[in-house]
């Protein structure tokens, strides 16, 4: 992850500049010479003024560019590329990606590919090692590998792709979301009065409905808006725009009026590792919501902890201990159970599977589908993962720069995109 990697404190030409240092021996106008060329050389635009940036004024894709600068500041025979693009859309991952193929043919280096992405295996590496459990259970050449798996995991790991579609909604399924004219601006000042001079746009004039039983998928690169809108919907943060829930207005209740709602409506966050309070059991973080809604008595709380639990396929027994306890697919279960124990109508998928492998990424999915088939929950499934988007959505929804760019039935989209982008994000994505 770029972003933790960086020091936050520190501009770029400091952190490049220490490795060329210590282990190049440059110091002064020769280290910023050599670090206006890195920069230069990992296709960072305007270099001398990146120099004295920050990692949080660059996008997630130029952090990446940064961190293979540094890299290649020691002119290594090997670089190690480990999980280089799991924090970034389709489109920036394969800048990325092919960056990292042209400076290979450039400078004659090794790379070690370390990935859970198969698609980026199979298009850019020569050949393949399979790790299980510590040990190295297949290795050959990519297109033998990929044609011919000899080990069962390796056929595992193949056949973890997400896939099917979801069960058609009936067409007589009540209106459970739609939003109108949704605009969430944020304003940029500058001087010593604050004075604004002008507005990101993150969100931007959006439309969109939501039926039960319904999963509407929201694509678009980092930066595209659908996070923002996601949270504008759930009044998470102030925005413009009609929203209605349920047939009811909620676009300007406040928050004590909200609040019986909240039940209704949840979300699923996108890092199970983060989005869980490592001081809190199991139990404590699944009935909290329990308690905000105000239902005191302790046994009933336990009881729909053990059933929430219990219906994202996870031994009830687990709720005495705590996250750390448990893997990256298990945390997603109990994120899950958290959303579902209020038996909301709506819940919020943010990229809930972009932390997971895709073996656990296709459990997550099915999960999700037979939770949705036997509550008739509405879904807002957001994410950069094509493929499990189609394997989840009815109809998506795709953004760029806070706008609506393109929406359709979800096959339709995916057989016939009409905008330059969303064929972009097709191709970028490797989905025949």
């Known amino acids: 992850e770029p972003m933790t990697s960086l020091n936050p404190l520190h501009t770029l030409e400091k952190q490049i500049g220490e490795t060329l240092r210590l282990h190049r021996g440059l110091s002064g106008s020769k280290a910023r010479e050599r670090a206006l060329e890195l920069l230069h050389l990992v296709g960072i635009a305007q270099p001398e003024r990146r120099l004295k940036s920050y990692p949080h004024e660059l996008s ?15 002119e290594p025979e090997l670089l190690i590329a480990d999980e280089p693009t799991t924090a970034l859309d389709v489109t920036i991952q394969q800048q990325i990606l092919e960056l990292l193929q042209e400076l290979q043919h450039k400078l004659g280096m090794a790379i070690l590919l370390i990935t859970h992405d198969l698609n980026i295996v199979r298009r850019y590496a020569h050949s393949v090692c399979v790790m299980h459990q510590g040990s190295l259970v297949e290795h050959n050449a990519t297109a033998r590998l990929f044609a011919q798996p000899q080990h069962p995991y390796t056929r595992m790991l193949l056949d973890a792709e997400p896939s099917g579609r979801p069960e058609p909604i009936s067409d007589s399924a009540s209106m459970i979301l739609s939003a109108k004219q949704m605009r969430v601006w944020f304003p940029l000042t500058k001087g010593l009065f604050k004075r604004v001079y002008d507005h990101v746009k993150a969100v931007n004039g959006i439309n969109l409905r939501l039926h039960q039983g319904e999963t509407l998928g929201v694509v678009g690169e980092s930066g595209s808006g659908k996070s923002t809108l996601a949270m504008a919907i759930l009044r998470l943060i102030r925005s413009e725009g009609e929203i209605e829930f349920e047939g009811q207005r909620i676009d300007g209740l406040k928050q004590e009026q909200l609040r019986p709602l909240r039940g209704s409506m949840q979300i699923v966050f996108q890092d199970p590792y983060g989005s869980l309070s490592p001081r809190m059991t199991i139990e404590e973080i699944v009935a909290e919501g329990l308690e905000v809604q105000g239902i005191s008595s302790r046994s009933e709380r336990e009881q729909q ?60 999915v099915e999960l999700l589908r037979d939770l949705q088939q036997r509550y008739q929950l509405s879904y807002l499934f957001i994410s950069h993962d094509l493929a499990v988007v189609r394997a989840l959505s009815h109809r998506i929804m795709v953004m760029q720069g806070g706008e609506l760019i393109e929406e359709g039935e979800t096959e339709q989209l995916f057989q016939a995109p009409k905008t330059p982008y969303t064929q972009a994000l097709i191709a970028a994505s490797g989905i025949d």
């Open 60 to 74: 997630g894709g130029q952090r990446q560019r940064v961190m293979i600068a540094m890299a290649l500041a020691n």
């Open 305 to 364: 902890v053990i059933t929430a639990l219990k219906d994202v396929q996870l031994d009830p027994n687990i709720r005495h201990r705590y996250p750390h306890e448990f893997s990256g697919g298990q945390r997603q279960r109990i994120a899950i159970a958290r959303a579902l124990v209020l038996r909301p109508k709506l819940i919020v998928l943010d990229e809930p599977t972009s932390a997971l492998d895709r073996s656990v990424q296709k459990q997550i």
